[in-house]
């Protein structure tokens, strides 16, 4: 731990919460604008594993379809099969005796993620640029594509953050390992 | 042979640290053989060839004067080793430091590895801003100019990508160097704000546990922090070896986690939230994860493990003649500083100590180095380094005794470069 923390601290607390032009030796400076909460809600693209986050609407991979087929499939093929290693969307087996092909479907333990990731990343040549309802149209599709949800089936805030991941127990936290 | 021609090239048996020519480090420190990278035996004194020293045409000509930002000369451009730019992947990808033409401990920031996952965010700081919510008693929003307000604090970190090294694992790479199979290393003074001054600033509530940061490039990349983390060494990175943090690393501002996977020090920072638990980015689940041989995957894999590598003589590199030259390399632990580097000039079997040149600060570079003899026989370097936690860098075999090879992350495994008799040197597995 450094020293000048415990110097920092003393003197958080002896500051007044006034805002200062410089900081001293004895004062902290704390220049926070607050904010609201509210005022983060196009900001903040976190969907969390618990549902927090994830905006109103909803979508089905029938949808789905369509869009994947004009915005994701130049770089992840019309099925999800990709180009590369990077754009594998589909398939895999943990258990395989080869090393596994890792993907959304074989490997990813929340289905949260999906829809995380492709509301801040993708589609990688214009990411931010799908609606939220279609958004959650293509995840569906993409969950589709590796047999987790049904076509039809109504991918919202409620049920797609409940999608049963296979390898939702794979992981081995070791985070308190620091 | 003349007196002097013997005083400097015999080696007493007392001498010999370890076996195949590594020898007591007095030979670099008193013989007068150093010299970046590959020292040769000078010409005897008094035997000369015929050299007559005249004044240099640069001596007669006044050069240029001075200019705004200054570059390397000419003749020592290094570069780092970029890849193609990919239309599928714009903007991604990764560039290595050249560590085999480094010395001492500190990365130039131009040749500071990269790894982008959509490219470098053109950010005016003016409309950058950085905001900390969540579990907290106050939201709070922060304007760059005001953050350069703060008390700020300066630490000589390396920054290291969990994928560095992982072809080691694979095999193969016969003409991989320094820079190519370990290139994702650097080491930086970074100049900023203690995280934990801005979070309790906006007040952490009892019940929060981790933090999400998130960058503001096109792909929004995410990572999950413990609390304990940030509170304890994270930085907001504004200064990087003085100048603001450049382009490529995050200007305007970068979290930098030390010790830690480059990977979690989120580039271009905008969001910092507090939470109860992880987030579960894609770079936290699909990525940077480790698969084991059971299928079983290693999650929030943080500190970097102790390492070392020799940077020369090292992989393309080529040793001319017999006498003797300086080994030197790097090492560096994220568990703190680094205690002692072994060398070993045939393949594991006997190791003498080198000598460690530089400062031994936590969590940063240090630079070694150990005089080796070679006498035109075949030769296999290696280092291996021990840090202030006791952890000694593990052999190729034993890491992949421990976790397989479908992982192909957080590999620290010894390198080994073979020198055969012609003096080539070459990555090589033993």
């Known amino acids: 731990m450094f020293t000048y923390k415990r110097l920092l601290k003393a003197s958080t607390l002896a500051a007044c919460g006034v805002a200062m032009l410089v900081s001293t030796a004895q004062e902290q400076v704390k220049l926070g604008q607050t904010i609201s909460e509210a005022s983060l809600a196009e900001f903040d693209l976190i969907a969390e594993p618990g549902g927090m986050g994830f905006p109103p609407g909803s979508g089905t991979a029938r949808q789905g379809r369509t869009i994947f087929e004009s915005r994701c499939a130049l770089c992840h093929g019309n099925n999800g099969e990709g180009n590369s290693a990077a754009t594998v969307l589909v398939g895999g087996n943990m258990q395989s005796t080869d090393s596994p092909l890792r993907t959304v479907g074989s490997y990813w333990p929340y289905a949260s993620t999906v829809f995380d990731f492709i509301r801040r990343a993708m589609p990688a040549n214009a990411p931010k640029s799908l609606t939220d309802e279609e958004t959650y149209q293509v995840a569906a599709y993409v969950l589709y594509l590796n047999g987790l949800v049904a076509e039809d089936e109504i991918m919202n805030a409620q049920s797609l953050p409940q999608v049963r991941m296979p390898n939702a127990e794979g992981f081995i936290d070791q985070s308190h390992i620091q | ?48 060839p015929g050299i007559k020293l005249e004044i240099p045409a640069w001596s007669k000509t006044p050069g240029p004067g001075t200019s705004p930002y200054g570059s390397s000369s000419a003749h020592a451009r290094l570069e780092r080793q970029s890849g193609f730019g990919n239309p599928l992947y714009p903007g991604g990808g990764a560039s290595r430091s050249p560590l085999q033409h480094l010395q001492g401990t500190i990365t130039p ?9 959509a490219g470098i965010p053109a950010i005016d700081p003016a409309g950058h801003k950085l905001v900390i919510h969540g579990l907290v008693r106050q939201p709070l929003m922060f304007d760059y ?59 952490v509530l009892p019940e929060a546990r981790w933090i999400a940061a998130v960058g503001g490039d096109a792909a929004s990349m995410g990572r999950s922090i413990p609390l304990d983390k940030a509170m304890d060494d994270s930085l907001l990175a504004l200064f990087q070896n003085g100048e603001p943090v450049r382009p490529e690393q995050g200007y305007p501002i970068r979290l930098f986690n030390p010790g830690w996977e480059g990977n979690t020090s989120v580039k271009w920072l905008t969001q910092i939230k507090v939470t109860r638990n992880p987030l579960q980015f894609r770079d936290e689940t699909s990525k940077y994860t480790d698969t084991l041989p059971d299928r079983s995957s290693l999650q929030f894999t943080f500190p970097m493990d102790v390492k070392s590598l020799i940077t020369s003589p090292s992989g393309q590199m080529r040793v001319t003649q017999g006498g003797i030259y300086r080994v030197t390399g790097i090492a560096w632990s994220g568990a703190g500083s680094i205690r002692r580097v072994e060398v070993s000039a045939d393949g594991g079997q006997t190791w003498g100590d080198a000598l460690i040149e530089s400062q031994q600060l936590d969590k940063a570079l240090i630079r070694f180095s150990i005089p080796w003899r070679w006498d035109g026989a075949p030769a296999v370097l290696q280092s291996r380094a021990t840090d202030s936690a006791g952890n000694v860098q593990p052999t190729r075999d034993a890491v992949i005794a421990a976790k397989g090879t479908i992982n192909r992350y957080h590999n620290p495994c010894i390198q080994s470069w073979g020198v055969n008799t012609a003096g080539e040197v070459t990555n090589v597995y033993v």
């Open chain 2, 1 to 48: 042979m003349t007196k002097s021609s013997k005083g400097q090239n015999k080696v007493l048996d007392l001498d010999r640290v370890a076996a195949n020519g590594l020898l007591s480090r007095r030979h670099l420190l008193s013989a007068a053989l150093g010299g970046a990278g590959l020292a040769m035996a000078r010409p005897v004194i008094g035997q000369e």
């Open chain 2, 145 to 203: 100019e005001d953050l350069l307000k703060y008390q700020m604090v300066s630490k000589i970190y390396f920054l290291e990508c969990s994928g560095n090294s992982g072809a080691l694992l694979y095999g193969g790479n016969p003409d991989g160097t320094a820079q190519s199979l370990h290139g994702l290393v650097s080491c930086a003074e970074w100049t900023g704000i203690p995280l934990s001054v801005l979070l309790e600033e906006a007040g």
């Open chain 2, 109 to 117: 920031n131009s040749l500071h590895f990269e790894r982008h996952h």
